[in-house]
Structures are given as C-alpha cells and as structure tokens.
Nanobody, 123 residues
Framework: QVQLVESGGGLVQAGGSLRLSCAAS????????MGWFRQTPGKEREFVTA????????EYADSVKGRFTISRDNAKNTVYLQMNSLKPEDTAVYYC????????????????WGQGTQVTVSS
C-alpha cells in the first residue's frame, strides 16, 4: 500500500503558476509510475501526466504540453507538478496516483490515489 498526500493547490489568476507536490509513503518501491490526474464536477477524471520512479517522463496530455512539467525527487519520495501559464480551464481537483506497468494514461493502471488538491484559475 502506498499513501499519497497532495499539496500546493490554491487560487491563481490566469497566466499564473502553481507547483503541486505529492508525498508518497509506505510501499513506494512497489509502484512503477506516478501520475497526475484532474477532475471537474460531472466529468471523468482525466490524465494529465506521468513519470517513472526509475527515470524518464512518460507523457503529457495535449492540453498541458508546454505548460506543465512533472518531476520527481526519489530521495524524498515526492513527485511535483509545475503548472505555468494557467488557464481557467485548468480549474479542477488534481490527484496524484501510484500505478503499475500498464498504460500510463489509463486510470485503470493506478491502484493508490491521494485525496486531491483544488486548483482554481480565475479569468
């Protein structure tokens, strides 16, 4: 079991930046990939980006390419999501998740989820 705690969400104006953190504890060595997803009311949780613990960024959703950057600090068991040039449509609850060897963009590949952190971008 991997425990995940997100932080860093908040209210920001369009064009601004935020950095989310996801601290992992427990059996972190059992996960292969860490992902970020987001969800707005009435919509399905959607993939944002993912990274392997062993190194290498896997992929980004088209909607965030060039604006968001995922990174990791293995010594701290922490994954980060740097979000720049934020837009009102980025408003959502952001979740980090620990997953296995399946498709990184698929929610089905992830077996542990954090509680989420709210990001609100005002226009």
């Amino acid at each position: 079991q991997v425990q995940l705690v997100e932080s860093g969400g908040g209210l920001v104006q369009a064009g601004g930046s935020l950095r989310l953190s996801c601290a992992a504890s427990g059996r972190t060595f059992s996960s292969y990939v860490m992902g970020w997803f987001r969800q707005t009311p009435g919509k399905e949780r959607e993939f944002v980006t993912a990274i392997r613990w062993s190194g290498g960024v896997m992929e980004y959703a088209d909607s965030v390419k060039g604006r968001f950057t995922i990174s990791r600090d293995n010594a701290k068991n922490t994954v980060y999501l740097q979000m720049n040039s934020l837009k009102p449509e980025d408003t959502a609850v952001y979740y980090c998740a620990a997953g296995g060897l399946g498709p990184a963009a698929s929610r089905l590949n992830y077996y542990n989820w954090g509680q989420g952190t709210q990001v609100t971008v005002s226009s």
